[in-house]
């Protein structure tokens, strides 16, 4: 258990073109086994059934000078194997020998010297099963390799062995030669008379291996080439460019100064390029929202300032007069600044949550002009019977629907705030007009126009920035955040937004226009 927590260790350290040659060497190593073993069984293999085919030769032979009552004389045997050399027409040569292992027969030549027929030998040891089937088994002898064998002395071997009565094969291997050769002794009425033997050429068989071997060679150095080629190519297109982008991440991370190939990656047009697109986008984002986080923290702190001081002015002298008209206008003074305190408070907040809920929310197609009808009305509801004041929407086009690809409670959010702006610069009983159209580009268009005060700024611009100091007098109702809030939703639909005085007429107006659906 210890050692293979010690092996999981290890492999999970490795980086992972090392664990991938790993894996592959452990693969190649099996796999190079499985092969060893293979190429060991194949031969035995072959050798087997050609023996098999040998066995059933050997039988027939036997069972014909069983049959004929050959005798093991060099005359007869002659004549025997002249009579049933169709039995041999497979084989390469034909050997017997009587009981006392004279050379009595020889297909090649009767006169040849035992001698001479020897070699390296290994004998493989079979033994019949049946009639039809023959089993190899596990034992394999050696002959001593070192000394000159021949076929005699393995007769002599063989008939004193404990086996003596099976048939043995063995194989000789010289230059440019396989011979496959089978031995059996033969009986008649149960006494031993003689020996038979059998060779064939198995060229094949050394082929065979021979084929075996190249191919299995040649499969393996062609798989460590495509191994070292996928390997080249793992490294240099993606696990390089992958490490770079941990390299960014940590320098990122830690704020360093170093220079980074990101753009280098970014030009890539796979998935990897898209992963740096999208990893840099990311982190620009953060860097952007982290330093707008920090300049709002900052004029939040700077505008709350301003009234805490108010306040705490107001406090002190109230603390101090005894006039009621003095002590009246102190303490509207304070209700003020706590309105104005409590407003700063409560939009941040909202901004906040609105950021949150805008990473979530999904654009799909609305009608701007129905969102636009639902927040007039609402505010005619509200400031017609309180101020006087009424707001018409207005249909340049007379279309039923002005479709736009926007987050509909985010529209209402824009709509509202640009009428609070409008109604705070606007006098009572006077009216605002909400116009929506749609251009020659077929891009909508909403127009807010009131008959207020207009904007003293020659700079229109200033008026998104947050905490704008121009507001109206009753700035305890507002925070100063409402357009700088609409410029953001802006942004995020894609649309534009400008604001200017009316050139005929006083008052102001600030248009949106939203990009093609």
């Known amino acids: 258990m210890e050692r293979w927590l010690m092996f999981n260790n290890f492999i999970k350290s490795l980086s992972i073109l090392k664990k991938f040659l790993f894996i592959n060497l452990i693969i190649f190593l099996i796999i190079g086994g499985l092969t060893i073993l293979y ?10 059934k050609k023996t098999v085919k040998h066995i059933q030769v050997i039988d027939n032979t036997i ?22 050399r169709f039995l041999f027409q497979s084989l390469d040569r034909v050997i017997l020998f009587d009981n006392q292992l004279n050379l009595v027969g020889d297909t090649d030549t009767l006169d040849l010297d035992p001698r001479s027929f020897s070699k390296r030998l290994d004998i493989v040891q079979l033994e019949i099963l049946d009639d039809e089937t023959t089993k190899k088994i596990a034992e394999t002898k050696n002959i001593n390799k070192e000394k000159t064998v021949s076929l005699k002395d393995i007769l002599t071997n063989y008939s004193w062995s404990k086996d003596f009565g099976k048939p043995y094969t063995f194989t000789q291997e010289g230059y440019n030669q396989f011979l496959l050769t089978t031995v059996k002794n033969v009986t008649l009425d149960g006494n031993n008379i003689g020996y038979l033997a059998i060779s064939e050429n198995a060229n094949d068989i050394k082929s065979a291996i021979g084929e075996r071997k190249t191919f299995i060679l040649r499969t393996a150095i062609f798989v460590a080439i495509v191994i070292f080629i996928f390997s080249f190519v793992l490294n240099r297109y993606f696990l390089k460019p992958i490490k770079n982008l941990v390299t960014y991440t940590k320098i990122i991370k830690e704020k360093s100064k ?14 990897l390029g898209t992963l740096s697109n999208s990893l840099d986008d990311m982190t620009h984002e953060l860097q952007k929202r982290i330093s707008h986080a920090e300049n709002f ?127 705070s610069f606007s006098d009572d009983n006077q009216k605002i007009l909400v116009e929506i159209s749609k251009d020659k580009e077929k891009k909508t268009s909403l127009r807010v126009v ?20 121009n507001r109206p007098d009753k700035f305890g109702e507002h925070s ?38």
């Open 297 to 423: 923290s900052t004029d939040l702190v700077h505008e709350i300032r301003n009234p805490l001081t108010s306040l705490k002015s107001a406090s002190e002298i109230l603390n101090e007069t005894e006039n009621s008209d003095q002590r009246k206008k102190l303490i509207n003074i304070l209700n003020h600044d706590v309105q104005r305190i409590e407003r700063l408070i409560t939009d941040y907040s909202q901004m906040l949550k609105d950021e949150v809920a805008l990473s979530k929310e999904k654009m799909k197609k609305i009608n701007l002009k129905s969102i636009a009808k639902s927040v007039v009305d609402d505010f005619n509801n509200i400031y017609e019977t309180k101020r006087g004041i009424i707001i018409e929407l207005i249909d340049i086009n007379n279309l039923e629907e002005y479709s736009i690809n926007g987050i509909e409670n985010r529209i209402e959010q824009i709509i509202a705030n640009l009428l609070d702006n409008s109604i």
């Open 63 to 84: 069972d014909h000078i069983s049959r004929l009552g050959i005798k093991f004389e060099e005359e007869d045997v002659r004549k025997f194997l002249f009579s049933t």
């Open 450 to 469: 009131d008959q207020g005060k207009g904007f003293k700024e020659k700079n229109t611009d200033k008026i998104f920035n947050r905490f704008y100091s």
């Open 39 to 48: 190429l060991s069984s194949v031969k035995p293999s072959l050798i087997l």
């Open 258 to 271: 170093k220079k980074t190939n990101i753009d280098e990656l970014k030009s890539r047009n796979d998935e």
């Open 480 to 517: 100063g955040l409402g357009l700088n809030i609409v410029k953001n939703l802006v942004d995020l639909h894609g649309a534009t937004i400008n604001a200017s005085n009316n050139v005929t007429k006083k008052g102001a107006n600030v248009e949106i226009v939203f990009p093609k659906l």
